[in-house]
Nanobody, 123 residues
Framework: QVQLVESGGGLVQAGDSLRLSCAAS????????MGWFRQAPGQERDFVAA????????YYADSVKGRFTISRDNAKNTVWLQMNSLKPQDTAVYYC????????????????WGQGTQVTVSS
């Protein structure tokens, strides 16, 4: 069992940066691939980024590639999403997720989810 708690969301202007954090409980954090997803009002939950268990590989949605960076520290049971050059279209609730599946870009592969943190980017 893994419990995830996101933090770091807020209201920013276009071009600003934010760093989201996701703190995980439990002693098996390093066993999970970690992902970030986002969901805008009326939209489906979309993949943003993922990082493998040992942080050996990272994956990004095309819409955030070059602007967002996912990282993790297994000793701290924490995963981060550094978001730079934010755009109004990045506005959404951002969710942290933990899973063991191989299709890292699919929400269905993740077993545990946080409650989400709101990111709002004004133009």
């Amino acid at each position: 069992q893994v419990q995830l708690v996101e933090s770091g969301g807020g209201l920013v202007q276009a071009g600003d940066s934010l760093r989201l954090s996701c703190a995980a409980s439990g002693r098996t954090f390093s066993s999970y691939t970690m992902g970030w997803f986002r969901q805008a009002p009326g939209q489906e939950r979309d993949f943003v980024a993922a990082i493998t268990r040992s942080a050996g590989s990272t994956y990004y949605a095309d819409s955030v590639k070059g602007r967002f960076t996912i990282s993790r520290d297994n000793a701290k049971n924490t995963v981060w999403l550094q978001m730079n050059s934010l755009k109004p279209q990045d506005t959404a609730v951002y969710y942290c997720a933990a899973g063991v599946g191989i299709y890292l870009r699919s929400a269905g592969q993740y077993n545990y989810w946080g409650q989400g943190t709101q990111v709002t980017v004004s133009s």
